[in-house]
């Protein structure tokens, strides 16, 4: 038997499911941003391991980051070395 003004299984069924789809989506949006914030966070250091790793080094004469052969631009060759 019901009692005047109570809510039924029915009706409390139904606000349950429909809370717990809002927390559902609540949680959806959650792992939305902290995907977005864990991708940024590796492109961070992927750009920071990059830019250490970037370094000008320095030409040895004779060395493997010499010139070989005729400059195209200017035509010289390079200094023979004895």
């Known amino acids: 038997m019901s009692v005047p003004g109570a809510i039924s299984d029915l009706d409390k069924n139904r606000a349950l499911a429909e809370w717990l789809e809002w927390q559902l989506r609540q949680v959806r949006g959650r792992i939305r941003e902290l ?46 070395h004895p």
């Open 35 to 80: 995907e977005i914030k864990e991708e940024q966070e590796r492109r961070r250091r992927e750009q920071a391991h990059a830019a250490l790793r970037w370094k000008i080094q320095p030409v040895v004469v004779g060395g493997p980051g010499a010139p070989r052969g005729l400059c195209p631009v200017s035509g010289r060759g390079r200094i023979p």
